[in-house]
């Protein structure tokens, strides 16, 4: 899976770009999603993904993941389709942006390393464009089961 992976704060040393580009292709495998496939992570402060969530969202405060799938439509939107016949052209899952400043926090939060907290994002990201979601119990229960899954046997346990 081709992943861009850009770090607006400068904040990630190269081995953990590294280790989230990994947890992400394991996590495609867990999920057997056919290649080619590509997306894009984007790690930022929370005041960039504050206006994310309130330009796209309406909710005017930071979160810790929003995630943008490509294959879903928002209300109003046509979906992007394409031709399956053009060779090798990658599925573009989408773009998932994360706060680091929340990611500190949260992993203070819970008593566990950043590095866990950062998978545990990028992981939760992932599962949402590629259609997961947690908006109600069942759904949640779904997601979030998956979610520990992948966690676990990648290893990043809590």
């Given amino acids: 899976m081709e992943i861009t992976l850009i770090d607006q704060t400068q904040a990630l040393t190269s081995q953990q770009i590294a280790a ?64 399956e016949e053009i060779p090798d052209f990658p599925r573009n899952l989408g773009d998932i942006m994360i706060s680091l400043e929340r990611t500190k926090e949260q992993a203070i939060e819970y008593g566990h390393s950043f590095e866990r907290e950062l998978g545990f994002l990028a992981v939760h990201g992932f599962l949402h464009i590629n259609g997961y979601d947690h908006m109600t119990a069942e759904d949640e229960k779904e997601m979030f089961t998956l979610q520990r899954e992948i966690l676990d046997a990648y290893g990043l346990k809590r």
Avoid: C, W
Avoid at 51 to 64: F, P, S
């Fill in 20 to 83: 989230i580009e990994k947890l992400l292709n394991f996590s495609a495998g867990y999920l057997k999603l056919e290649e080619p496939l590509e997306m894009s992570v984007t790690f930022m402060d929370n005041q960039a993904i504050r206006e994310i969530n309130r330009d796209y969202r309406q909710k005017d405060a930071a979160t810790d993941v929003i995630s943008f799938a490509l294959e879903e439509t928002g209300e109003g939107e046509l979906p992007i389709l394409f031709d």
